[in-house]
């Protein structure tokens, strides 16, 4: 069964500080997604991870790709209030034939709620 | 551009009712596909199409129908409502899905439904 894990899956940190949100998956995969999502709002891409090593960065957000491991990581560096927000990671599994035999499309991990205070 | 676009916001049906939610984008991406979100869980995939005329089933099918008759439009059809429909919906467009930078895919504003 294909699994997307994240964790953790809430998380409460205050401004100025650094934290890692965590992305494991279960089967081989080099294309990985890390969106955004406000409250009662859509999703926002953030960094497509396309291969291994792959890094980007924007602002205070850092994301890392290590297809070996199937891990990813969302790293934020002295965190500002305006990044409270859910974050979701998605493996892209193309023509992958597991339980959902065959489907092409994203699957999720169950998303970190981030929430940071002044 | 006006993106990803869908319609109706919100809706409240009842059980056994039929209805229909809209998807549109103008970017001209080949890639559609339907999501649903449920509280403290991630997206999973209902439907996706590949282009006009190719549609196949995701994750959660069932319960849902789906057809691609334009590049455009990708309207997702609730046959007969039932209450573990209450989600919040989300239609997806990206360029293609060979996999570069270019097939991000984009989100749709999303649609609130309620099934009594």
């Known amino acids: 069964e294909l699994k997307v894990e994240q964790n953790p899956l809430f998380l409460s940190m205050q401004e100025g500080k650094n934290y890692t949100i965590y992305c494991n998956y279960s089967t081989t995969s080099d294309r990985l997604y890390w969106y955004r999502q406000d409250p009662g709002k859509s999703l926002e891409s953030l960094f497509v991870l396309l291969s291994n090593g792959a890094v980007k960065q924007e602002g205070r957000l850092m994301a890392s790709l290590d297809t070996k491991a199937r891990l990813s990581t969302l790293h934020i560096t002295a965190a500002v209030h305006d990044l409270s927000a859910t974050y979701f990671c998605a493996v892209d599994i193309e023509g992958w034939t597991g339980t959902r035999g065959g489907a092409d499309g994203l699957t999720f991990g169950k998303g970190t709620h981030l929430i940071i205070q002044p | ?116």
């Open chain 2, 1 to 116: 551009n006006a993106g990803v676009t869908q319609t109706p916001k919100f809706q409240v049906l009842k059980t056994g009712q039929s209805m229909t939610l809209q998807c549109a984008q103008d970017m001209n991406h080949e890639y559609m596909s339907w999501y649903r979100q449920d509280p403290g869980m991630g997206l999973r995939l209902i439907h996706y199409s590949v282009g006009a005329g190719i549609t196949d089933q995701g994750e959660v099918p069932n319960g849902y129908n789906v057809s691609r008759s334009t590049t455009e439009d990708f309207p997702l059809r609730l046959l007969s409502a039932a209450p573990s429909q209450t989600s919040v919906y989300f239609c997806a467009s990206s360029y293609s899905r060979a996999g570069g930078p270019a097939d991000t895919q984009y989100f749709g504003p999303g649609t609130r439904l309620t099934v009594l």
